[in-house]
């Protein structure tokens, strides 16, 4: 078991319906020492990649992926989410479904900062359905730039995000991936890594 | 002039409306060497201090926040904005209004991650009328936690939140503090550091 997985069997709070809240490390109050050893495990999983910029969406990514772009010593761009229809042709745009809150998003990420020669890694908190990190993902191909690869802290491996992601040929590396979780037991099971 | 004066100098764009865009190194974009150097610049400030968590607000606050924290060897927490009114009694609440977008947003911090015995550092990336940052202090104030400063990267010295707040009697520090703008000339002047 890693780092991650340990600090969510000792923190993590399963609630009814799959939540898996880690409020108290990753995504309400920020455990930083656990965020730069992410960050440097990211690093590692992604060293042979030429990244040139790391790309996150507000608002919980956006510690992780600051601690990403530092260890590779390159910008981080977070993608707006946007209710305003008159954007002004300056921005990539793509439609986000947020299983969470039920509704859908404009995600937004202004064309000057992801150009054709970038190389990004896509880096978020979780990944559940995967909505998400797909518009994340059409936001780089809208730029024409490459996605080199994406990095997630918590990744329910129970729901379809993550094999869709990876079916469609991206080098996907989640740091915990919760195979399955009881709300009545408190168990959670992680999938071995290989 | 210091070194996120010269850089707003280089890079900010003023539009009309008194409205400084700083995208492309502060809250879209962000320059991870320069959020660094801030964090830094923030802790000599405070370094007398006995500080035990960064407080800050979602979004554009958090890398700064972030890396304050990670200077100061602590937990960072960021302020959620809720439209929600069932807040089941375990979370500190606060009225803020937008400024920028003519609306009241309540902001919540979970009552567990702030408790009597913390010694706050209040962080953010811009005042203006200081909603935001006096939504912050009386957070703070209901945990019964101490404020012992408050670290703002842009402070617009031509409105009326920073006035106030040093006024109450806080310390606050603002890295740049624009005294006047000019979205016709792109003039701007910071007022002199003592």
Same mark, same amino acid.
């Given at each position: 078991?890693?780092?991650?997985?340990?600090?969510?069997?000792?923190?993590?709070?399963?609630?009814?319906?799959?939540?898996?809240? %880690?409020?108290?490390?990753?995504?309400?109050?920020?455990?930083?020492?656990?965020?730069?050893?992410?960050?440097?495990?990211?690093?590692?999983?992604?060293?042979?990649?030429?990244?040139?910029?790391?790309l996150t969406i507000e608002t919980s990514g956006i510690a992780i992926a600051y601690a990403v772009a530092r260890e590779f010593g390159v910008p981080m761009v977070f993608a707006k989410k946007s209710k305003s229809v008159n954007l002004d042709g300056e921005m990539h745009v793509a439609e986000?479904?947020?299983?969470?809150?039920?509704?859908?998003?404009?995600?937004? %990420?202004?064309?000057?900062?992801?150009?054709? +020669?970038?190389? %990004?890694?896509? %880096?978020?908190?979780?990944?559940?359905?995967?909505?998400?990190?797909?518009?994340?993902?059409? /936001?780089?191909?809208?730029?024409?730039?490459?996605? +080199?690869?994406?990095?997630?802290?918590?990744?329910?491996?129970?729901?379809?995000?993550?094999?869709?992601?990876?079916?469609?040929?991206?080098?996907?590396?989640?740091?915990? /991936?919760?195979?399955?979780?009881?709300?009545?037991?408190?168990?959670?099971?992680?999938?071995?890594?290989?």
């Amino acid at each position: 078991m890693n780092f991650l997985e340990e600090r969510i069997l000792a923190d993590g709070v399963i609630k009814p319906g799959n939540v898996l809240k %880690v409020d108290s490390f990753l995504n309400h109050q920020i455990d930083v020492a656990l965020i730069d050893q992410m960050a440097k495990e990211f690093k590692r999983r992604f060293a042979d990649k030429p990244i040139t910029k790391v790309l996150t969406i507000e608002t919980s990514g956006i510690a992780i992926a600051y601690a990403v772009a530092r260890e590779f010593g390159v910008p981080m761009v977070f993608a707006k989410k946007s209710k305003s229809v008159n954007l002004d042709g300056e921005m990539h745009v793509a439609e986000v479904e947020s299983f969470t809150h039920k509704k859908t998003n404009k995600v937004v %990420v202004a064309k000057k900062y992801i150009s054709p +020669e970038d190389h %990004v890694l896509i %880096v978020d908190d979780f990944l559940a359905n995967g909505c998400a990190l797909q518009g994340l993902i059409s /936001i780089v191909d809208s730029a024409e730039a490459s996605v +080199e690869g994406l990095g997630i802290a918590i990744e329910k491996g129970f729901q379809e995000g993550g094999y869709r992601i990876r079916n469609l040929g991206y080098h996907l590396e989640s740091l915990a /991936i919760v195979e399955s979780m009881d709300a009545e037991t408190g168990k959670i099971t992680f999938r071995e890594e290989l």
